[in-house]
């Protein structure tokens, strides 16, 4: 089960609306082994894509080494659909290379920049192998 | 010649669970032969038919090698040297 907290849930939404018809991409960083998504960092989509995102190299880099100092690992890894939905595409599985993280998708196919409810889902993606799970929004992390 | 080379999670497995380890090699096709000599496997983790795999991203002190001659960039003792996967994907069922 993903437990995130509802400004950490907004922020991930507020983002997927922003960057809508591209695919929004970001993680939300916490201390390790913790479980606790704490810190969003939005990413730019470097492929400034509808289809396809991806970190830019110099990016990536950066932002693993503020993890790395501050004992941090990526408890969430996201990016949004923006035509389909939000269930992780055959690119997603094979790509994914973050074991230990809850890979979240956001589907903006329904209300695009616009107000309105999105699909918000949580995978595990491990070996190729994908498995969904509970997403509990608290207001608070305990 | 010692160089660091700092492992993502995925590939931990290749070295018993291990984030760094060091090796040696004047370039980053040499370091990586000698990765796959103490940790077999992973070699074909980072090299696809000769070159580096498209959503595989290497690091020489913190430059990306696609912009300092890829495998064949050149390596010094003291080197760091970081592999990270991409961190991509998307919608499209082709990347």
Not at chain 1, 73 to 79: A, C, G, L, S, T
Request: aromatic share 6%; hydrophobic share 40%; with cysteine.
């Amino acid at each position: 089960m993903l437990t995130i907290d509802q400004a950490t849930y907004d922020a991930i939404v507020a983002h997927a609306k922003r960057d809508h018809p591209d695919e929004a991409c970001g993680i939300v960083a916490g201390p390790e082994g913790s479980d606790r998504p704490e810190r969003v960092v939005e990413m730019v989509n470097a492929a400034g894509s509808p289809t396809f995102y991806e970190f830019d190299s110099t990016e990536l880099l950066e932002l693993y080494k503020e993890m790395w100092d501050r004992d941090e690992e990526p408890v969430v890894i996201y990016h949004s659909h923006t035509a389909t939905e939000a269930y992780p595409s055959r690119t997603d599985i094979g790509l994914a290379s973050e074991p230990g993280a809850h890979y979240v998708l956001v589907s903006t196919r329904e209300h695009g920049n616009n107000d309105g409810p999105v699909e918000f889902r949580s995978y595990r993606i491990v070996d190729g192998e994908v498995t969904e799970e509970e997403v509990a929004v608290v207001p608070e992390l305990g | 010649m010692a160089i660091e080379v700092r492992i993502p999670t995925i590939l931990r497995t290749y070295t018993d669970g291990e984030k760094a380890v060091t090796a040696q090699g004047e370039t980053l096709s040499a370091l990586i032969d000698d990765l796959e000599a103490n940790h077999a496997g992973i070699k074909d983790r980072l090299i696809d038919n000769g070159d580096l795999r498209r959503f595989v991203n290497v690091y020489i002190n913190d430059e990306d090698v696609r912009f300092i001659g890829g495998l064949e960039a050149k390596l010094a003792d003291g080197d760091q040297v970081v592999v990270l996967p991409a961190v991509a994907g998307g919608a499209g069922e082709t990347a």
